[in-house]
Nanobody
Framework: QVHLVESGGGLVQAGGSLRLSCAAS????????MSWYRQAPGKQREFVATITTGGSTAYADSVKGRFTISRDNAKNTVYLQMNSLKPEDTAVYYC?????????????????WGQGTQVTVSS
């Protein structure tokens, strides 16, 4: 089983920046895609950004040009650099990883979620 731990959330003023990190740990696993989602109070969880092992990225329109996703494959860690933050970016940010349990034959696919980290942007 893969365990994801997010960090880096906090309180920031509008226009400020934060960098989120998400580290994956476990045994005999491979991760293909890592993503960030967010959930604001009273709203559904929504996609923010995603990155493949090869570095291909995609972003929600609401964060394009402001957020940058990156990853360190050797460390099984994904980052989200958030600049020019707006009050509407306030949410709990969740890390997601899609991959396979390589300790089983055949390898078993999985999708894991972190516990979330709070980001609050004040106006």
């Amino acid at each position: 089983q893969v365990h994801l731990v997010e960090s880096g959330g906090g309180l920031v003023q509008a226009g400020g920046s934060l960098r989120l990190s998400c580290a994956a740990s476990g045994r005999d696993f491979g991760i293909s895609v890592m993503s960030w989602y967010r959930q604001a109070p009273g709203k559904q969880r929504e996609f923010v950004a995603t990155i493949t092992t090869g570095g291909s990225t995609a972003y929600a329109d609401s964060v394009k040009g402001r957020f940058t996703i990156s990853r360190d494959n050797a460390k099984n860690t994904v980052y989200l650099q958030m600049n020019s933050l707006k009050p509407e970016d306030t949410a709990v940010y969740y890390c997601n990883a899609d991959g396979a349990d390589l300790g089983r034959f055949p390898p078993t696919p999985f999708a894991s979620w972190g516990q979330g980290t709070q980001v609050t942007v004040s106006s």
